[in-house]
């Protein structure tokens, strides 16, 4: 049976370049990237080259990037990173929102289990965030705001620029998960002002098991593992350099993609997708449409949205995402009226 992959935001394929380049790392170049004899310096510079790929896709310095193990890691860095003891107390305040990855969701469940305040702001009917809800949820006590980039459901890209003002302002920390958007939309994080942003190889044609965080210069950030002083000593353990070079090789096939037209092309057959009768678009606001790259989620006639439907079709050769997110802001009561425009 041919089958028909449709759940590229749960995970991606491995591109050929991207194996290519991570093949000869398992092999020949087998050395510990931080040995000072050749085949370690050999590993430390493909790390280092891959760190400046990754780097250029996100518009920051090369220094500015830790290699994790992949966006749980990444979103637990940052968070936990943050708000470690001696760097908070109980009492205070962070701020997500309902619709977050389960990696931010469990971080701050448990951040609330240690005495933190945690305020998970609404979505509206598209499954947008309010950056005046945002705003209205700051207290004296904030110490982070954490909010995805896009939504791996619904394909929203939310209002981060506007967020991280509000964050500056306030002199608030801002995170903000951008697995799902990385290699789908341009992403600079000067521009979006954020102090950190999470992402994943696996959902940009790397493998699983390896992603990065960008932590802006000058942001205190407490490791979560002790040992080596790898990373310049904010993620401790020997570094997973097949891996790296992957990422860093799938950050640069991205990035050329994003300049040369390719993911426009992508855009393109999504639109016809969306255009069968049979179909209907879930959740998306008309004017992000025309941005949101590889990262929708469609329905039929209403029964994909549950797993019965996701096996059907599977059982035809369509391989569906759920609904996940979205049904829980429903189910939870978080999900907002839309708003008048």
Same mark, same amino acid.
């Not at 945690?118 to 947008?128: A, E, I, M, R």
């Not at 005046?132 to 939310?158: F, P």
């Not at 016809?272 to 590889?294: C, D, G, T």
């Not at 996701?310 to 996940?324: C, I, K, P």
């Given at each position: 049976?041919?089958r028909?992959? /449709?759940?590229?935001?749960?995970?991606?394929?491995?591109?050929?370049?991207?194996?290519?380049?991570?093949?000869?790392? /398992?092999?020949?170049h087998? +050395?510990?990237?931080?040995?000072?004899?050749?085949?370690?310096?050999?590993?430390?510079?493909a790390?280092?080259?891959?760190? @400046?790929?990754?780097?250029?896709?996100?518009?920051?310095r090369?220094s500015?990037?830790? /290699?994790t193990?992949?966006?749980?890691?990444?979103?637990? $860095?940052?968070?936990?990173?943050? #708000?470690?003891?001696?760097?908070?107390? *109980?009492?205070?305040?962070?701020? #997500?929102?309902?619709i977050?990855?389960?990696?931010?969701?469990?971080?701050?469940?448990?951040? @609330?289990?240690?005495?933190?305040?945690?305020?998970y702001?609404?979505?509206?009917?598209?499954?947008?965030?309010?950056?005046?809800?945002?705003?209205?949820a700051?207290?004296?006590?904030?110490?982070?705001?954490?909010?995805?980039?896009?939504?791996? @459901? #619904?394909?929203?890209?939310?209002?981060?620029?506007?967020?991280?003002?509000?964050?500056? @302002?306030?002199?608030?920390?801002?995170?903000?998960?951008?697995?799902?958007?990385?290699?789908?939309?341009?992403?600079?994080?000067?521009q979006?002002?954020?102090? $950190?942003?999470?992402?994943? +190889?696996?959902?940009?044609?790397?493998?699983q098991?390896?992603?990065?965080?960008?932590?802006?210069?000058?942001?205190?950030?407490?490791?979560m593992?002790?040992?080596?002083?790898h990373?310049?000593?904010?993620?401790?353990?020997?570094e997973?350099?097949?891996?790296?070079?992957?990422?860093?090789?799938?950050?640069?096939?991205?990035?050329?993609?994003?300049?040369?037209?390719?993911?426009?092309?992508?855009?393109?057959?999504?639109?016809?997708?969306?255009?069968?009768?049979?179909?209907?678009?879930?959740?998306?606001? *008309?004017?992000?449409?025309?941005?949101?790259?590889?990262?929708?989620r469609?329905?039929?006639?209403g029964?994909?949205?549950?797993?019965?439907?996701?096996?059907? $079709?599977?059982?035809?050769?369509?391989l569906? +995402?759920?609904?996940?997110?979205f049904? %829980?802001?429903? %189910?939870?009561?978080?999900?907002? %009226? *839309?708003?008048?425009?």
């Amino acid at each position: 049976m041919r089958r028909v992959y /449709f759940d590229n935001n749960a995970s991606t394929p491995i591109l050929p370049e991207v194996f290519d380049a991570m093949r000869p790392y /398992f092999g020949e170049h087998f +050395g510990n990237a931080s040995s000072i004899h050749h085949h370690g310096q050999e590993t430390r510079a493909a790390v280092e080259r891959a760190r @400046e790929s990754v780097a250029n896709l996100l518009g920051c310095r090369a220094s500015e990037i830790v /290699f994790t193990s992949g966006g749980t890691e990444g979103d637990n $860095l940052a968070i936990f990173g943050l #708000t470690k003891p001696g760097l908070t107390k *109980p009492g205070d305040h962070i701020i #997500t929102s309902t619709i977050e990855h389960h990696a931010v969701l469990n971080s701050c469940k448990q951040l @609330e289990a240690s005495g933190c305040e945690v305020t998970y702001v609404p979505v509206d009917g598209h499954c947008l965030v309010d950056p005046d809800d945002v705003r209205r949820a700051l207290r004296k006590n904030t110490k982070l705001i954490t909010i995805m980039m896009a939504n791996n @459901e #619904t394909g929203v890209l939310q209002q981060v620029e506007e967020i991280a003002k509000i964050a500056a @302002e306030a002199d608030v920390y801002f995170h903000t998960d951008a697995v799902q958007a990385a290699g789908k939309v341009p992403i600079n994080v000067k521009q979006i002002g954020c102090d $950190l942003l999470s992402i994943s +190889g696996h959902k940009m044609h790397a493998p699983q098991g390896v992603g990065a965080v960008y932590v802006r210069k000058g942001t205190i950030l407490q490791p979560m593992l002790y040992g080596g002083r790898h990373e310049r000593s904010r993620r401790a353990g020997t570094e997973n350099v097949p891996g790296i070079v992957a990422l860093g090789k799938a950050a640069e096939l991205a990035q050329n993609a994003l300049q040369n037209g390719e993911v426009a092309e992508m855009a393109a057959m999504r639109d016809q997708i969306e255009n069968v009768p049979e179909w209907q678009r879930r959740a998306a606001s *008309p004017e992000y449409h025309k941005h949101l790259f590889r990262l929708h989620r469609w329905r039929s006639a209403g029964h994909c949205a549950r797993p019965q439907g996701t096996r059907r $079709l599977d059982r035809r050769g369509v391989l569906l +995402g759920s609904n996940r997110a979205f049904s %829980r802001a429903h %189910r939870d009561g978080t999900l907002a %009226r *839309p708003r008048p425009r």
